[in-house]
């Protein structure tokens, strides 16, 4: 019987007897049974244990049953103990016990009938332990939703603190965020820097309506082209369900700048899978933008730019070269970039003609350097290049910004032998006059001394051979010292047949010399010139020629037609060309100035200057090239003269003429080929 | 011999050179007259008649062809060459009926004064020679 949980039974009586008769009739209930002698007694019980039922009499001394029942329906503890009175039938009693309508309140008449009292009691105490159990289970509830509650509590908690994390990234981002909580985007939030990049109140709803769009301080444009409402980013996404990412865009403030906007958006779902809403990202690109048009016209100005720019990083990699570059030494860009500047350029500095190294500790040292450098073009050409150098502020690259000035110090140094040449002009002019009159003099003696009556033979035969002696000296001044211009307006000279007779002329000591005539003339060569000074040129070129060859060879002579181009007139070249010995390249440049010789006491030094400047004058050109290899040498001198040529009748001053040509007379040697 | 072909006129400030072209001129058969400057030839020129007057270029005070252009100005019908050391021929030469280099020779200049002196022969009274036709390279 004792499976259940023993209940305290509390037994109130002042007589021990009736205790003892109680105590038999319930020990069978299996119940814990606790005598007490007096209310007092059974208070001090109640205190200190929980008490399931009080069978009590009711007619007790000092304080009776009923005074000990208000006792404990006062006392919060006590009240839902069952009660028990044990009573003699009196009315008042029983109307007293029927008072107490609400709890558990019982009584027993006596005499006692042990089958009552000990079912009512068994009631009471199973009564008491279910109260107890669903107590029991009701604080154990409790507690669980305690717990769960306060669980509850700490999720919420969490949550708030991650919204309020949200909310505040939000608003520190950087990046303007929109967000819409409906699919047709009648709501858009947004934060403070999408706020300022639209140029809106925070807060502000950002809905953009057809009605409202006008009213907007702002257009937006992609590519160029106003968006419809519908092709919003934000719009377009909770439309079609479909992320979009980086759309362009261009935000037109209503009289003012624009901002650039790289756009990302993405649809919200519900838990359907329908959209409910959009969020989208707005990454401002205005600085990127306008630093990209910054760079492209810092990179246009440096296409335009007729320098060489190129940057090459510190192992001489190049990385850049620009539009100037590929004009000026005829590399382009793709076949440049990845290859070493000093492979494709081959510098060397001018001043000492040492290679880059020089530059290269410079730029270590100073972080500079200017200064004149030898090139290699493509066409395998040397070149002078002005070049400014400079090594980047982080030391990864140098800038080098190059200037072409070949043709500067070609036309200086033109100059300077022009000026030359003008100053020998005048004192040959003056040198001229002053010889020219005594030797008319000393010729006009020897022609009077010679036919002179008294003379024997001898005396005239030396008289006569002074005369030739004369003549030769008349011949060279006329031939070196300037040109006889036999008429005053020019006329038709055929070219080849000024070269025939020059050769007639030679031709003695072309068969002394054994020199063999090759000679095609595909052009009669007629142009509009002087004959004297003409044949002059070509008896210069030809004897140069023949005595070059003192041991035989081959002389070739070519008349050609020259057409019109490159703002050349149209006319004849005519070239000269013998197999001598030669022309080294150290001469090569002093060839067209005067007293310039190899012929040491044989030539004037004049010849080819006179020539030179014969054939200025008729607005021409002679350019020479000259081989020497082992298998025979080559040297040919070609003129062009121009059909006709205004400045042929004109005295045109010296300088000015020679300026024109000077390119012309620069003369290619090709001795080391 | 002397003076059968025509009188010509020398000029040149320079003693030896005149006197040297005078004699290889007597030996041609010319009558031949010295003046030591322009003014001088042109008071010579007034004075007497001369077939033709031959000039030095360079002389101080009066060019030969200042003196050309004064002789051509009152007698356009009166030959002039000019006789020069310089190579080439100035510019400023073209009012004389021929212009030689000093260093052609004696030869060369004989053959100039005859071809100007026979193409003044043969055209009218009137008319002046075409001094082009004169330019025997032509």
């Known amino acids: 019987m004792s499976r259940h949980e023993q209940a305290n039974i509390l037994m109130v009586d002042d007589q021990p007897g009736k205790l003892l008769s109680y105590e038999a009739i319930l020990r069978d209930l299996d119940e814990n049974l606790i005598q007490a002698r007096s209310a007092r007694e059974a208070l001090d019980v109640l205190l200190r244990q929980d008490v399931a039922v009080v069978l009590m009499d009711v007619s007790m001394p000092d304080i009776d049953g009923f005074e000990l029942a208000d006792m404990m329906h006062q006392h919060p503890r006590f009240q839902k103990i069952a009660i028990i009175f044990i009573s003699a039938v009196h009315l008042t009693d029983l109307d007293r016990i029927k008072g107490y309508q609400s709890g558990a309140v019982d009584y027993i008449s006596v005499p006692v009938v042990p089958e009552v009292l000990r079912a009512k009691v068994s009631v009471f105490a199973e009564l008491h332990r279910k109260t107890r159990q669903l107590e029991q289970l009701n604080r154990e509830l409790e507690q669980r939703v305690e717990e769960r509650t306060e669980e509850i509590r700490e999720l919420n908690s969490q949550l708030e603190q991650r919204i309020a994390e949200l909310e505040t990234i939000m608003q520190v981002l950087p990046v303007g965020v929109a967000v819409s909580q409906d699919p047709e985007c009648r709501s858009i939030t947004c934060n403070a820097a999408l706020s300022e990049l639209f140029g809106v109140e925070p807060g502000d709803n950002m809905v953009v309506t057809k009605d409202e769009i006008q009213g907007r301080p702002f257009e937006i444009y992609q590519q160029g082209r106003r968006l419809e ?152 050409i040397e070149i002078v290049v002005a070049s400014r150098q400079a090594l980047k502020e982080d030391g990864s690259a140098v800038l080098e910004i190059n200037r072409d000035i070949t043709a500067q110090l070609r036309a200086e140094d033109a100059l300077r032998r022009t000026e030359r040449l003008a100053a020998m002009g005048r004192v040959a002019g003056v040198i001229a006059h002053e010889i020219n009159n005594p030797l008319e003099s000393i ?69 002394i010399s054994h020199i063999a005539i090759d000679k095609k003339y595909l052009s009669r060569g007629a142009i509009q010139g002087f004959p004297g000074e003409l044949k002059q040129v070509f008896l210069n070129l030809i004897g140069n020629a023949v005595q070059a060859m003192p041991d035989g060879g081959r002389l070739r002579l070519r008349v050609s037609e020259a057409s019109c181009r490159n703002g050349r007139n149209a006319g004849f070249f005519i070239s000269v060309t013998d197999t001598g010995s030669g022309i080294p390249p150290e001469h090569a440049k002093h060839l067209f100035e005067p007293f310039f010789t190899t012929k040491s006491n044989k030539g004037t030094g004049l010849g080819l200057w006179i020539s030179k400047g014969i054939v200025q004058k008729y607005g021409g050109s002679i350019r020479f090239r000259s081989c020497q290899r082992p298998g025979g040498n080559a040297t040919s001198f070609q003129v062009f003269l121009p059909h006709s040529h205004r400045n042929a009748t004109e005295t045109v001053p010296p300088v000015a003429q020679a300026r024109s040509s000077q390119t012309e007379l620069m003369g290619k040697s090709s001795g080391r080929e | 011999m002397a003076g059968n072909k025509g009188a010509i006129l020398c000029v040149d400030d320079e003693d030896a050179p005149r006197t040297l072209r005078r004699l290889i001129l007597l030996t041609q058969g010319y009558e031949v007259f010295a003046a030591a400057s322009g003014r001088e030839a042109l008071q010579m020129l007034a004075n007497r008649h001369f077939d033709l007057v031959l000039t030095d270029h360079v002389m101080p005070s009066m060019t030969g062809t200042d003196l050309t252009r004064h002789i051509k100005s009152t007698m356009p019908r009166m030959p002039v060459i000019i006789i020069s050391g310089v190579n080439e021929i100035p510019t400023d030469v073209s009012y004389a009926d021929l212009f030689i280099s000093k260093i052609e020779g004696p030869q060369a200049l004989f053959d100039g004064i005859a071809q100007v002196l026979e193409q003044y022969r043969v055209t009218s009274e009137t008319e002046i020679p075409d001094r082009q036709a004169l330019n025997p390279s032509q």
Do not use: C
């Not at chain 1, 051979?465 to 005053?488: A, W």
């Open chain 1, 443 to 511: 010729t006009n003696t020897f022609y009077l001394l010679r036919q002179h009556p008294s003379l024997d033979d001898e005396a005239r035969y030396y008289a006569k051979l002074g005369e030739e002696e004369l003549i030769r000296v008349s011949h060279i001044t006329r031939q070196t010292l300037g040109f006889y211009r036999e008429s005053k307006d020019p006329v038709e000279v055929s070219l080849s047949e000024l070269l025939d007779e020059i050769l007639e002329f030679q031709a003695r000591r072309l068969e």
């Open chain 1, 229 to 380: 409402i519908e092709a919003l980013p934000l719009q377009m996404s909770a439309k079609t369900g479909q992320q979009l990412g980086s759309m362009e865009l261009e935000i037109r403030r209503v009289g003012g700048d624009s901002s650039y906007l790289l756009a990302n958006a993405i649809p919200l779902f519900r838990e359907d899978g329908k959209v409910r809403g959009a969020v989208g990202a707005f990454f401002d690109m205005t600085r990127r933008k306008q630093l990209e048009n910054l760079l492209r016209e810092r990179a246009d100005l440096l296409e335009l730019a007729t320098e060489a720019v190129m940057v090459r990083d510190m192992s001489g990699v190049l990385r850049y070269w620009n539009a100037g570059a590929e004009a000026l030494y005829g590399w382009r860009r793709e076949d440049v970039l990845g290859k070493k500047i000093d492979d494709v350029l081959h510098t060397r500095v001018q001043a000492d003609g040492r290679g880059s190294d020089g530059v290269d500790s410079a730029l270590a040292e100073n972080g500079r350097w200017s200064g004149d450098l030898i090139q290699v073009t493509r066409d395998g």
